[in-house]
């Protein structure tokens, strides 16, 4: 392992250190072990290898030699290991055991020509085998090994087939300048056996082609090319070009038959690509230009020059092992597969080895426990996608390694690897915090998974135990680098408990975090049981990182947390608030009122912290606030009455929101909560009837009567304030009395206009518009509250109810002088008796006013010019008294008595001409009568007849 980490990358005292790091194998892994090898130097066939070949399974290998001759070996191999061998194994690291029961044996040896074998194909659909030495290619049947060399075929340069797996088998047999295909049958190995499929003809050299399905890539000196067979066209296309150079040898291609891709060589560079030449995955950089290429999923293998076999991860494109087969560097090193990835042949001088792959599980394991966790996640990821492997196997991976780095205190690394895990219950953690969720740890036992790390505890003891091995480590990272400057492990017992606290306090945020996605994560389906341990646990983590925040804004929303185990916690740690929002959470909002309410009259204490609600508004706005806000959905009147000198006494808008909430369902009792009210001089009481009248349309007399009467009050206050000024007492029991007494209020009063500005400007205007609109108050009671406090347009609005003219005209004319509203007043009433009696009263007040004042003559002339209509003459004359000047009334006497005889002598003549129509209208009706025809039947019939 690399380095040791730490919490916030520091020591155990807290200090920063540097220690040189132990070197490691990075990413390096055991991929392949060797199986088993044969030397083929001794025997009559002599020489070295030159080509290797191999069929599906591993069974049987063909390799060529120096000599012309062609090997044919039986591999015996065990494919499934014991557990114990294969841990031993992954112990040691060991590339070059040979498990037991692994051999290769030479079973057959077939001479070919006289020169070296330059290529060997199996054809395991036809049960050919195809040999290319010294230009000629031979097909030898695989039983017989009779040999019949291909007719009309010299100086081939190389041979392929096609990797589909279809029958018959198809052979590609690359020239100088072109290639040929056959397609070739089962049977005896004779030329009859083989029918040509095409040819291509090439502008380059061929130097090599992969062939799978229906598409071919041919690689040349210049370019690599593409061919689609059957051929569409007999040149190929062209997929890339690349300047000739001698140096860097001809180009090599691989065919990756399991994915139908294939591996393009620049130089040093291996391009995946589909069989078009369109690129599909990672290039993958070799450390120096391939020899020969194999694959077994997903693992890329190449021979290198150097005398080694390097491992690449198909995926990831990293070099993951390297497995030397011999000291000296090699000129030829040849790698063979068996198309389904269960062996790897290579053939290294006079000497055929066989590698196996290691089982995935196991390379799995060594990663975990070289805590190389993301390079076991990406390894199963790949084997997923290219081998097959289960999906289960990622999930278990993911936990396996964020078990490990919870045991190497690196929580917040292990949480993210636990949030890629669909099927992973949040209660295995439970184990870890059984002071919290102990009662739901049988919910969810802890699974062992792979079992690479150590059972679930408390984790206090997991981190005191990750510190002890960590000093430990240290300890001897300091023997080994004593150049190094000394490191101080000796700790006290403060600093010791410090730094457990410190990783305490990380963890628990880490599990918090994940804890909070689990339980809002939709794909996580758990029991009632399952979601209160979560839910309960998480409250306590937050609690115990001081989360107070996270805290408040999880008890906001649904939870299921255990009410009884987590509410005196709440409540000892000084969580009041959060305690209210669990209590309301639950469905307890009496309860959860209550304590706010104790915050608000200072009956308990928050405990101080940096941050959530109470630190940023204060206790008893928020206990105002969310007491408010539960009660306003509240139809309980019993809670409700007795929590409301707590939001009278705050004189905020509060109050009011619970006594005109629309949430609640039911209706509040009105006259207790008045009886509240009234004890109050605020605005809340006359804002709470409006509610009533306004918005609930309620229509009973009393509420209106007593919501007129509470706007009166509120403007007999404003006057009072304006008018006495600072010192002046509030405590007396009535307004309207002392406003009454005080002639210098009475002034203020009279002249507070509804549109002029001022403090009692608004209450008036307020006060006019209710006794306006509404029609349900007692008009007198409320005319009775307001007489002798000069609210004149008061009393002529509820005069004008009572239908009293005379009474309304005497204020106007009398109190306001306002004769031009007088006459306004009278013409506003449509009916036209009422009218009548309304000018007949004015003009009764103009010539003989209540108050013993002048008449006003002029008023009542004027009236009788503008609106003689609706006045009597004779009621006039009973009306003037012996004082009306004659001058004054003549004229418009006259005009009265000119008009009503006119309309008289107007009337007689109307009623002359309706007489006289009547009678023109009779004397044609008696003449249309006198030309009636009666005609019977028989008349009828007679005339029918002449016609």
């Known amino acids: 392992m690399v380095g040791e980490s730490w919490v916030d990358g ?166 100088k300048r072109k290639v040929l295909l056959y397609e070739v049958r089962a049977g005896p190995a004779t030329p009859s056996s083989l029918a040509p ?116 991860d198909r995926g990831s494109a990293r070099l993951v092992q390297r497995l030397p087969l011999q000291m000296l560097p090699a000129t030829e090193l040849h790698l063979a597969d068996d198309l389904a990835g269960q062996c790897v042949v290579a053939a290294v001088q006079s000497r055929l080895v066989c ?23 990406a390894l199963v990821e790949s084997a997923v996608k290219f081998n097959g492997c289960p999906v289960s196997w990622i999930e278990t991976v993911r936990v396996e390694a964020a078990y490990l780095l919870i045991f190497d205190l690196e929580f917040e690394r292990a949480m993210s690897f636990l949030q890629q895990c669909s099927a992973f219950q949040p209660g295995e953690l439970f184990a870890f915090f059984p002071q919290f969720a102990l009662r739901w740890m049988h919910v969810v036992q802890p699974r062992r998974y792979w079992g690479l790390h150590p059972p679930p505890q408390d984790i206090r003891s997991v981190i005191h135990s990750a510190i002890k091995l960590k000093r430990h480590r240290m300890t001897s990272m300091s023997l080994v680098a004593r150049a190094a400057a000394p490191v101080r492990l000796v700790l006290t017992s403060e600093q010791e408990q410090a730094q457990v606290q410190a990783v305490l306090a990380h963890a628990t945020a880490s599990f918090a975090k994940y804890m909070d996605w689990a339980r809002s994560s ?125 939001f009278l006494a705050d004189n905020s808008d509060y109050g009011l929101q619970v006594l005109t909430s629309e949430r609640r369902q039911v209706p509040l009792p009105i006259e207790e909560l008045l009886v509240l009210l009234r004890r109050r001089r605020d605005t809340l009481r006359r804002r709470f009837l409006e509610h009533l009248v306004a918005s609930q349309g309620v229509q009973d007399a009393d509420r209106h009567t007593e919501l007129a009467r509470c706007l009166l009050e509120e403007l007999l206050e404003s006057t009072s304030s304006s008018s006495a000024g600072p010192s002046s007492s509030n405590n007396a029991n009535n307004v309207e009395d002392e406003v009454a007494r005080a002639p210098q209020a009475r002034a203020t009063l009279a002249d507070c206009a509804p549109d002029a500005p001022g403090g009692c400007a608004e209450p008036r205007r307020r006060f006019q518009s209710f006794l306006r609109t509404s029609q349900r108050y007692e008009v007198e009671t409320i005319l009775n509250d307001i007489r002798g406090l000069g609210l004149w347009e008061e009393e002529v609005i509820l005069l004008s109810k009572l239908r009293d003219h005379r009474g309304a005209l005497g204020v106007i004319v009398l109190n306001l002088r306002d004769f031009s509203r007088a006459e306004t007043y009278c013409s506003q009433w449509h009916d036209p008796g009422e009218a009548q009696v309304a000018y007949m009263s004015l003009l009764e007040m103009y010539l003989n006013p209540p108050d013993a004042s002048p008449p006003l003559f002029k008023e009542a002339m004027r009236l009788l010019s503008t609106q003689n209509t609706f006045i009597d003459p004779v009621q006039v004359l009973d009306s003037l008294s012996a004082d009306t000047p004659l001058e004054l009334a003549v004229a418009p006497l006259q005009r009265i008595l000119r008009e009503r005889m006119h309309l008289r002598y107007e009337s007689q003549m109307m009623r002359a001409l309706h007489k006289a129509k009547y009678q023109a209208t009779s004397t044609l009706l008696v003449q249309a009568r006198s030309q009636q025809v009666c005609m019977t039947q028989e008349e009828f019939a007679a005339i029918a007849t002449s016609v």
């Open 197 to 312: 499929a095409g040819e291509v003809e090439l502008q380059d050299s061929a130097r090599a082609a992969v062939w799978n399905g229906a598409h071919m890539v041919v690689g040349s000196n210049r370019n690599y090319s593409h061919l689609t067979y059957p051929l569409s066209s007999p040149r190929p296309s062209e997929i890339c070009s690349f300047p000739e150079d001698p140096h860097k040898g001809a180009p090599y291609l691989a065919s990756l038959p399991r994915s139908a891709e294939a591996v393009l060589v620049l130089d040093t560079l291996g391009v995946i690509t589909d069989m078009q030449g369109q690129p599909t995955g990672s290039s993958i950089p070799f450390s120096s230009r391939p020899l020969s290429l194999a694959q077994s999923s997903p693992y890329i293998l190449a021979a290198m020059a150097d005398g080694s076999v390097e491992v690449y």
């Open 355 to 377: 590698l196996l792959p290691v089982p995935l599980e196991e390379q799995v394991r060594e990663l975990l426990r070289a805590k190389q966790l993301d390079e076991a996640a």
């Open 522 to 646: 939709r794909h996580l389906e758990r029991r009632q049981e399952h979601r209160e341990g979560i839910d309960t646990l998480l409250a306590h983590l937050y609690l115990s990182a001081h989360d107070v925040h996270s805290l408040e804004a999880m008890l906001k929303l649904p939870n299921s947390c255990n009410v009884a185990q987590l509410l005196p916690v709440l409540r000892e740690a000084g969580r009041h608030h959060a305690a209210a929002l669990l209590l309301e959470s639950c469905g307890r909002e009496h309860e959860a009122v209550a304590v706010w309410a104790q915050l608000v009259q200072g009956e308990c204490q928050e405990a101080p912290s940096d941050q959530g609600e109470v630190c940023a508004e204060g206790a008893r706005s928020v206990g105002i606030r969310e007491a408010a806000r539960v009660l306003a959905c509240s139809g309980d009147a019993r809670t409700i009455l007795q929590h409301m000198p707590m």
């Open 10 to 175: 520091r020591s155990l005292d807290g200090e920063e250190r540097h220690i040189p790091a132990i070197a490691s194998a990075g990413s390096m892994r055991t991929c392949f072990r060797i199986a088993c090898s044969s030397d083929c130097a001794t025997g009559p066939q002599g020489g070295s290898l030159t080509c290797v070949a191999v069929t599906k399974g591993g069974e049987q290998i063909y390799a060529g030699t120096s000599t012309g001759h062609l090997l044919e070996f039986r591999a015996t191999m065990e494919k499934e290991k014991r557990a114990q061998e294969s841990a031993e194994a992954i112990s040691r690291h060991s590339t070059t055991s040979t498990p037991h029961n692994n051999s290769i044996r030479l079973a057959a040896c077939k001479s070919v020509g006289k020169k070296p074998v330059q290529g060997v194909c199996v054809l395991a659909e036809a049960k050919k085998v195809v040999v290319l030495c010294g230009g000629l290619v031979v097909l030898l049947e695989c039983e017989s090994m009779e040999a019949t060399p291909l007719p009309s075929v010299k100086a081939a340069r190389w041979v392929g087939f096609n990797h589909d797996g279809r029958y018959p088998a198809r052979l590609m047999v690359g020239m």
